[in-house]
Nanobody, 112 residues
Framework: QVQLVESGGGSVQPGGSARLSCVAS????????MNWFRQAPGKEREFVAA????????YYADSVKGRFSVSRDSARNTVDLSMSNLKLEDTAVYYC?????WGQGTQVTVSS
């Protein structure tokens, strides 16, 4: 059974930083592309970042490019999302995704 468990969310001031982690189990992590999505209140879920199976390719939504960084550690079956210079509009529930599997999400709230 595939399980994705996110952690690291919380409250952050504008301009601050946060780091999210997603631990995957029940899947051949080393051969899987991984994604991060987010969903803000009243909005549809949107793509944030992706990293390919080898870690050699990363992709970002224009809204986070230059501020967010995605990385993976195949030894720990984790994929991390490092977020800096956070803005109010980054407030959302962040989800880890692989194929059609989703984590439960972790809330990130950016407020002053």
């Amino acid at each position: 059974q595939v399980q994705l468990v996110e952690s690291g969310g919380g409250s952050v001031q504008p301009g601050g930083s946060a780091r999210l982690s997603c631990v995957a189990s029940g899947i051949r992590f080393s051969f899987s592309d991984m994604n991060w999505f987010r969903q803000a209140p009243g909005k549809e879920r949107e793509f944030v970042a992706a990293i390919n199976w080898s870690g050699g390719g990363t992709y970002y939504a224009d809204s986070v490019k230059g501020r967010f960084s995605v990385s993976r550690d195949s030894a720990r079956n984790t994929v991390d999302l490092s977020m800096s210079n956070l803005k109010l509009e980054d407030t959302a529930v962040y989800y880890c995704n692989i194929m059609n599997f989703w984590g439960q999400g972790t809330q990130v709230t950016v407020s002053s």
